[in-house]
């Protein structure tokens, strides 16, 4: 772990600012919609997958994208995984409360898979390949909230093989944004506990 320096803390800012960027309003660009007044009003990969399977792929690409470039970027040799898990984490909270839409952002999960993506590349793959799996799944049997089900399910699952394979540590780390990640999507559990 680097000192908190002023170099360390401008980082943290940048990756916050990465993060802030919001790719789910520029994918809507020329459209007249407002990703943020239809479906569920959340300016993510999800919402835009009900307006528009193409803008949805580019939301997530640069979603994901600025996560894992945020970290790329900044994350220096020798400063250890908790350094990138921080930059990590700003790079989230970024998404989650940018600046550029009054505080009120998406929920962080595909710019959380840009994180996993760039500090632990093999196990990331695996969690990705199960998000899949499970939104398809979803999709195909009509769960109420497929997505959340499925990005928290890639998290969780993410979380065990690092505390398998890993450790105690660093998957507590991992730990931490599941929880982080799972508080966003609590309007979703809200829906999906509500009768049919």
Known sequence: MPPIDVAFCVRLILCFLAGSIPFAVLAMAGTGVDI???GSGNPGFNNVLRVSKWRAIATLL???GKGLAAVWLCLRPGEGAPA???YGFAAVLGHCYTPWLRFNGGKGVATSGGVMLVLYPAWAAAALALFVVVRLAGSRLRWREAGMIASLASWVFFTLLLFARVGPPEASLAAAMTVF???RHR????NLLAPA
């Not at 309007?187 to 809200?190: A, P, S």
């Open 187 to 190: 309007k979703n559990f809200q």
């Open 62 to 64: 640069g979603d994901l």
């Open 84 to 86: 990138g898990w921080l």
């Open 36 to 38: 943020r007044s239809v």
């Open 181 to 183: 990640l799972a508080w």
